[in-house]
Every structure is written in C-alpha cells, then in structure tokens.
C-alpha cells in the first residue's frame, strides 16, 4: 500500500459519498454544498494526476463561481426546501435501473482488463503550466478557443434577454 | 501505481449518480447541479485519460477547460430561465410545470 | 495557419461575427423598427453564402484538422444557411403580431446558425461538441421567448433540461472515445482504428453515448420524449428553425462522425442505429395519428423523418454504399427543410394572435377561403407522406434504394409500411381542408406569404425535376480522412 494509493481510495470514497448525498439531501442548500464538496475532492484527485492547473481552475471557477451562483439563486429564490411527496411516476423506478446497469455495465467490463500497464511516463516540470496551456490555446487549439467566447458571449446575451421582459412586465 | 480504471470507475459511478439525480429529482435547480456533476465526471475521465495515455499531447486538458466553459453557459442560460419561471409560478417543481402533456 | 485556414472558416466568422455587430448596431434601431435588424441580419447570411459558394468544390483541412471543408460541409452550409433565410422571413411579422418583437432574436438565430455552420465543417470532436453547444444554447433562449406566456416558460424548461443533459452524454461519450483512441481528431480517430490501437469497450461505449447525446438532439426514439411538447409550446417560428436547423445540424454531426470517422467501429454501431431507425419510424408515425393539435402532429411528423433519415446509418456501414447512403440523406434533409418550412409557415398564417388556431379542426373549409394556401399545405402534406410528384417522393425513394443496395430489406419495408400509415393523419389534414366547411381566420402578410410560396415552389418543383439538386449532391463527398 503506497500513500498514492490509500489517498486515491479516501478521495474517491469521499467523492462518491458526496454525489450520493447531494442527491439524497431534501435541502438544495445542502444539496449544493454537498456538490461543492465533491468538486473539491475531484480537484484533489487532479493534483494527483499531476494536473495542478486543470485543479485550480476546478476549485475557482467551479467550485468558486458556478457554486457560489448557484447558492445565491437558491437563496434568492427561498426554494431550498423540497415538497416530499409524489415524484414523476415513471421516472423513479427508470432512473434507478438506468443508473445501476450502466455503473454495473462499466465496472464489469473494467475490472476485467486493465487498459494500461507499466509505469507511467513522466512529465517536464514546464509541462502543463499555465504558460505552456496558453501557447497552445492559441495555436493548434485555436477554433476551440475562440468559439469557447463566443458561446460565452451567447450565454450572456440569453441571460440578459430571458430575465430582463421580467422587469419590463412589471413597470 | 493506481490503474486507469480505476479512474474511469470513479468517473462512472458520479456520472451515473449525476444521471439518477437528473431523471429523479423534481426541483429544476437540484436537476441542473446533477447535470453539473455529469460534467464534472467528464472531466475527472479527460483528466486521467490525459495523464495516463496522451502525457505529452495537451488535448485532454484543453478539453476539460472547454467543458468548465460549456457547463458555465448552461448554468448561466438555465438560472435565468429558472428564476424567471420561479417568478411567476413560485415553484421550480417540474412536475407543476406540466400543463402540457409530458 | 495562414490565410487560407481564416478563408476556410469564412462563412462562420462572417455569421458570428455580424451577429456581434448587429448586437451592437441594433441599440440604435427604435423599438418599432425591428425589421431593420431582421434586413440586416439576412444581409449577413447572404454574405455567407457568398462565402460558401466561392470555395465550393475544394477539399481541405483546416487549423491543424479541427476544421473540414469538403463537399459535404459546403453543402450542409448552404442547406443551413438558406434555413436560416427563410426563418427570419417567418418569424418578422409573426413576432409583430404576438407582441415579443425584439432585435436579439434574430442576433440569437445568427450565433444559432454559426454553430450549425461549425458543425458541418467540424473536424475534431471538441469542436463537434462546442457547436452542438453553439446551436443549443440560443434555441434555448429562443424558446423561451415569448416568455410570459406560460407555454413558452414550460418548453424553454424542458428543452433545456433535457439538451443539457443529453449534452452531459454527448461529451461523456465524446471523452471515452479519447481514452479509446488517444485522440479528438477525426483524422487522428480513423488512424488509430484501423491500426487497432484502440481500447474497443471503451469505442463501444463511447460511441454508444454519443449516440445517446445526438439521438436527443435530433428526436429519435428513444430519446423523443421532449420533442412534443417543446414544439407544442415555444414559439411557432422558433419550432420552424428548431425542427429543421436543428435536427439538421444533429444529423451533420452523426453522418460526420460514424461514417466518416468510425467507420471501422461500424460493427458496433450499425446494430444500434438500424432499430433506432426502425422504432423511431415506426412510434412516430403512429403517435402522430393520435393529435388533435397541428404543432404536436407536425413534431411526431418530424420524430418519424428523423428515423427515415437514420436509416442512411445503418446502410453506410457497408462500405461500398456509404457514399450513397450520406447522398441519400443529404437529398433527403433538403425535402425535409424544404417541406417543413413551408408546413410551418401555413401554420404560422393559421395562428391567432392569441395563439389559438393550432388544432387541426381549424383548418375546416381553408381550402374555399384560400384556395392557394389550401394547395400549398396540401402539397407539403403530400411531401411529408412521400406521395409524387413531391420532392418527399423522390427523397423516399433515394433513401429506401440506398437501404436496399445495403441488404436491409426489412428496414426498408418498415419505412415502406410507415409511410403507409403517416398518410392516414397527413391525408386527414386534406380532407379537413376541403371537405370540411368552417370559416377559418388566416393571415396575409405578404413576407410570409412569400416564404411558403417559395418552399411550396421548390416542393412542386424538385419533386418533378430533380436532376439540378441531385447533380448537386452527386459532387459531394465526404472528405477521405484515412490518407
């Protein structure tokens, strides 16, 4: 048993413990810092993966911003609490058999063979800084990257335009 | 060494949790934070794929920033949509949400 | 990267690019000359097509592969952005008459196209991925447009819940396909497979999850349960775009990844997408018979074409027609813009302000008080049924052909079989038409009119002559990625 190792069951443990209960949880409050718990885990298991910058953005952007608006729509809104009660007929008993045989399917076929053996390779210390990221942000990867502000800029008229005829109708 | 597979197990069973939260939950907001952890196993699948494959090909990695992006659109398209809903109905229950048939 | 990479993207960065001007210039156009922002915004489209058609007929990569222009993308660009045309014709005087004219909906419609441009000349799979996103998120907003309308508010909601979470298993399947092949590029994709470097499980379940993810977007069963009650409920002309740009750009995707860069997996998949098309035929013919109301019929209507065009899948994974077979689908996606649009657009005269109008009955004694409206939807109806001398019929027939060459002679029956049925309730809206006597309240306007003139045209027309459309697709080709 390496460190590697004992760290990377805990992680997924907690990972996996977290989805389950922002699932679970009747709260949205709680449901939503039970997600945040979880991104916060997986980011750690990127600094396991030796993926330090991929981590930070993990823990800033999403951990940090999309949460944190979450959280204030949730609060905004006061609608953290969920009627228990009568769900969606079909959907309760489709979404469990859904859910099992896909994770069953997929750890079956995974447990069987291994994908990859043998040490991995290692990595230049420059590789995968915030540097070397950008240098390829703005070459080979381009069209990605500029259709990424694009959908961004989108994103944002969309918002604008959906809440603003709220303010309209109310004058 | 830990096995890519069992990278790729982790991935799954949040990305099928993601799928039942989505399918079983009836609050649009908790529906929209399942589909954010489907995204978030994506990641976790592109992360290890690039480490233990593609080490030298940033592919991957680019990848993931792509989907922070894509999952920030969507929450930023589905709030709106979500509060401007709340405002006028009071529930984000989706199955009050229904006057069609579903 | 050189000029001729920026050339070859041209029609997207002018689409995307006008329409961040127009955002910009459309401050400055008074409320109640919106109309000025539709003129310039078809301005913009007609630059793009332009664009297209200067560089059609050159095949090339583009930006390292991330970007393909071949036949197939220049042609899927002109079939997107003649859409794109005839959509805002539809929507100017519909979105007066309802009261929700606003100059982003067209600006939205332009970043909408731009992602269907992106999607038919993509060449690596995150771009593949940020188009479907690039097309999804404006519909979304486009649906919800009319928004204090509570139907609106219901399909924007649903619409968006189940994209993103189609979405959530498009780039799911997207990423297994990487760790299967050590790439995103398409080229890179077909490389690996044929040099058997690939981890196939993770092929097969990848692939079968983008399946899933595109299977969404363009309506097939099982993954159809949306497509009503969205169409139902957002805004008529925002259905028009999104039943056909849409559902165009989603099978721009599918054609573009399985056959042109898995075709070594065809094993897998073609098992998979043959009873996709075979349910989806069948479960859309026979939920639409059902209707009352016409937006709901014309969506089961559009459910059961998208297994029509499935069926081009199953029969590419044999290789000596999978040429045929992404023709066959092309020719077939243009009946059904053509068709659909001017199906949309009799409905979209139909509609009362007050969005009542839509059920079937109200079409009762159109055909005595507008005799030409009454013909052109007679002819669409005609053309969605796959009956001569309508282009539906010589798109029915093309496909089913390249079905047969593939040796699915039991798929082909079935499609034979639902046509049969689809005429039952498509004959019925005919029969309402012109036997019935009502009184029915429909508009003139003269953009509008235009539009179904031209799509009704264009129905008549390539269903008798369609040599000029066929020579066209016979120069098509998808690129040969595996040189």
């Known amino acids: 048993m390496t460190i590697d190792l004992v760290l990377f069951f805990g992680l997924a443990l907690i990972a996996v413990v977290a989805a389950i209960a922002m699932i679970a949880s009747r709260n949205a409050v709680y449901s939503a810092l039970f997600l945040v718990f979880n991104f916060l885990t997986v980011a750690t298991l990127y600094l396991l993966l030796n993926a330090a910058f991929i981590a930070v953005v993990q823990v800033t952007v999403y951990a940090g911003a999309i949460m944190v608006l979450f959280l204030f729509v949730i609060m905004l809104l006061g609608t953290e609490r969920e009627s228990i009660g009568g769900r969606i007929r079909w959907q309760m008993p489709l979404s469990i058999v859904l859910g099992l045989a896909l994770a069953g399917e997929l750890a079956y076929v995974l447990l069987r063979n291994d994908i990859v053996q043998g040490p991995l390779a290692d990595l230049t210390v420059e590789f995968g800084s915030p540097a070397s990221i950008g240098r390829v942000l703005f070459n080979e990867y381009l069209v990605p990257f500029e259709v990424t502000s694009i959908l961004l800029l989108v994103a944002m008229i969309g918002a604008i335009v959906i809440t603003r005829k709220q303010r309209e109708e109310g004058k | 060494m830990i096995p890519l597979s069992w990278y790729i197990l982790v991935s799954a069973a949040l990305f099928s949790i993601g799928i039942y939260g989505a399918l079983a939950r009836r609050n649009a907001l908790a529906i929209l934070m399942a589909i954010e952890l489907m995204l978030n196993a994506v990641n976790l699948n592109l992360v290890a794929f690039w480490r233990y494959l593609t080490p030298n090909v940033v592919a991957g990695k680019v990848f993931v920033l792509v989907v922070f992006a894509v999952a920030a659109s969507e929450v930023a398209v589905g709030l709106a949509l979500i509060i401007s809903i709340y405002r006028r109905r009071h529930t984000i229950a989706v199955e009050e949400i229904d006057m069609m048939k579903w | ?483």
């Not at chain 3, 000025?36 to 930006?63: C, D, N, P, Q, W």
């Not at chain 3, 390292?64 to 993308?73: A, E, L, N, Q």
């Open chain 3, 1 to 483: 990267m050189d000029w001729q990479d920026f050339l070859s993207v041209l029609p997207f960065i002018i689409v995307a690019g006008w329409a961040t001007i127009l955002l910009l210039v459309d401050l400055w156009i008074p409320a109640n000359r919106k109309g000025i922002t539709a003129g310039l915004a078809v301005l913009g489209l007609i630059a793009a097509i332009a664009a297209v058609i200067s560089r059609f007929g050159i095949e090339r990569e583009a930006f390292d592969g991330m970007i393909i222009v071949d036949g197939f993308s220049s042609f899927l660009q002109l079939l997107f952005l003649g859409v794109g045309v005839i959509a805002i014709a539809q929507a100017y005087d519909y979105l007066r008459r309802r009261d929700i004219e606003r100059g982003e909906y067209y600006i939205l419609l332009l970043y909408s196209l731009s992602g269907m441009l992106l999607m038919a000349s993509a060449g690596d799979l995150i771009v593949v991925f940020l188009a479907v996103e690039l097309l999804s998120i404006p519909l979304y907003v486009l649906a919800a447009f009319a928004i204090p309308k509570a139907d609106s508010e219901e399909s924007a909601l649903k619409y968006f819940l189940l994209g993103a979470f189609a979405s959530g298993f498009l780039v799911y399947g997207i990423a297994l396909v990487f760790g299967s092949t050590g790439t995103t590029a398409l080229s890179g994709m077909v490389a690996a497979i044929e040099s058997a470097e690939t981890t196939p499980i993770l092929l097969l379940v990848g692939s079968g999850m983008i399946l899933v993810g595109l299977g969404f977007k363009v309506a097939a069963v099982p993954f159809h349960m949306w497509t009503p009650d969205v169409y139902q409920g957002a805004p008529t002309s925002v259905t028009s775009f999104m039943a056909v740009g849409a559902k165009a750009g989603g099978f721009a995707a599918l054609l573009r990844i399985f056959i042109s860069a898995l075709p070594g997996a065809a094993v897998m998949w073609m098992p998979l997408t043959m009873w996709i098309a075979a349910l989806t035929m069948a479960w859309g013919n026979i939920a639409a018979i059902s209707q009352t109301n016409i937006k709901r019929m014309l969506a089961y209507s559009s459910i059961a074409h998208a297994g029509y065009i499935f069926m081009a899948l199953p029969a590419a994974a044999t290789p000596e027609v999978a040429p045929e077979a992404v023709r066959a689908a092309l020719f077939y996606l243009v009946t059904y813009a053509i068709t659909n649009l001017g199906a949309w657009g009799v409905v979209l005269a139909m509609e009362k302000a007050e969005g009542s109008g839509l059920e079937i009955e109200d079409y009762s004694g159109l055909g005595k008080k507008r005799p030409a409206l009454a013909l052109a939807m007679a002819l669409f109806m005609l053309s969605l049924t796959g009956i001569p001398p309508t282009v539906g019929f010589m798109g029915k027939f093309y496909l089913f052909q390249v079905v047969i060459d593939a040796n699915l002679i039991w798929l082909a029956l079935v499609g034979v079989v639902t046509s049969l049925i689809s005429a039952y309730y498509y004959l019925r809206v005919i029969v309402v038409m012109y036997m019935r006597d009502g009184e029915p309240e429909v508009r003139s306007e003269a953009l509008l009119n235009s539009t179904i003139f031209i799509t009704a045209f264009g129905t008549f027309f390539f269903g008798i002559l369609p040599g000029f459309l066929l020579k066209m697709i016979n120069q098509v080709s998808l690129l040969d990625l595996f040189r």
